[in-house]
């Protein structure tokens, strides 16, 4: 019996290639950094793709895939993946959400922490050699006001840490069950009113069509002075150009970001201004991680492969 190809679009931890090894039934084929034509010919009579953030899975290249029953993305973000196109063909979108939640939420507590200390500023000072203590006056986090501007995987882990440093957690979600955020010892608020009580502002929502340019100049304008803000969501949701023009104005007193609308960014203004630590896109980039969501991603394709068992299924497609 013929065995049924899963191709791997984007590196995968070696944990997750040995555990799709665990399924006989399937065979893999990893040919990674494809450009779209290349991909789309790769495809061939594959029944599954695997993605993570950097193969674009269009609606050109799912549509080439004409034996396709299945796209795993070792992660939690989709926006990489045409879900209409993948629905429309009965293609199975899956994603691995948790599995890289901690390695986020540290991600953007040590963002919280560069912000709130100018840690960033003061090593490239001394790097200069510059002995320049009065230049670098921190704030503490214990006692502060962190807003949540949603509160699933990703910004509950982030709720635990906050609540561990002595900060006051509010989010804004409307999908967030009480009881969840009860426990957490998060309280639930309106965005507007998250907006004016928050010393730190972190984003950790999808990106969707309710979420696109949340944080706007008029979101800003809500915002108290001096604001600290951190987004290792998805770009899209803080609209760049607002946000800079608030670090300008001192508003957002300054802003770590790990995801913008351009991946990498079309304009750099935001990533090179002086108020604002940059990265490109580590949320999820631990080993830890990486092996995580690997190993999750062969687990799900390999039961929906061998079994037609769903787990984290991101579509319908009955």
Not at 122 to 133: H, I, L, T
Not at 194 to 216: G, Y
Not at 230 to 246: M, P, S, T
Request: a neutral charge; one cysteine or more; glycine letters at 10%.
């Amino acid at each position: 019996m013929a065995k049924m190809k899963v191709l791997v679009a984007d590196s995968i931890a070696k944990e997750g290639v040995a555990e799709f090894g665990k399924f006989p039934g399937l065979e893999l084929v990893v040919k990674t950094g494809l450009p779209p034509a290349d991909l789309a010919a790769a495809l061939g009579d594959a029944v599954g793709l695997v993605v993570r953030s950097a193969t674009q899975a269009s609606r050109a290249v799912i549509e080439a895939g004409k034996a396709l029953k299945v796209i795993g993305r070792a992660g939690a973000g989709v926006d990489n993946i045409d879900i209409a196109a993948a629905t429309e063909r009965r293609i199975l979108v899956l994603n691995t959400p948790g599995g890289n939640a901690e390695a986020a939420a540290e991600l953007a507590v040590g963002l919280m922490f560069c912000l709130a200390r100018e840690i960033p500023r003061a090593d490239a000072s001394m790097k200069a050699g510059a002995w320049d203590k009065k230049s670098f006056s921190g704030t503490e986090l214990l006692g502060k006001t962190l807003g949540l501007v949603g509160i699933g995987n990703v910004g509950g882990a982030v709720a635990r840490m906050a609540r561990g440093l002595g900060m006051a957690v509010v989010a804004f979600d409307p999908y967030a069950k009480p009881d969840k955020t009860a426990a957490l010892g998060v309280h639930l608020a309106s965005l507007d009113e998250l907006l004016a009580a928050s010393d730190f502002i972190s984003v950790h929502a999808p990106r969707t069509d309710e979420t696109k340019n949340l944080l706007d100049a008029k979101a800003f304008a809500k915002m108290r002075t001096g604001v600290l803000l951190v987004n290792c969501a998805r770009g899209g949701i803080v609209v760049e150009k607002d946000l800079v023009a608030a670090l300008d104005a001192g508003k957002v007193r300054g802003a770590g970001v790990d995801v913008f609308d351009k991946e990498p960014p079309a304009d750099w203004a935001l990533a090179k201004h002086p108020k604002v630590i940059a990265t490109p896109h580590l949320g999820a980039g631990t080993a830890e991680a990486q092996v995580n969501v690997s190993v999750m991603i062969a687990r799900q394709m390999g039961a929906y492969l061998t079994r037609g068992e769903a787990i984290n299924a991101v579509n319908a497609v009955n």
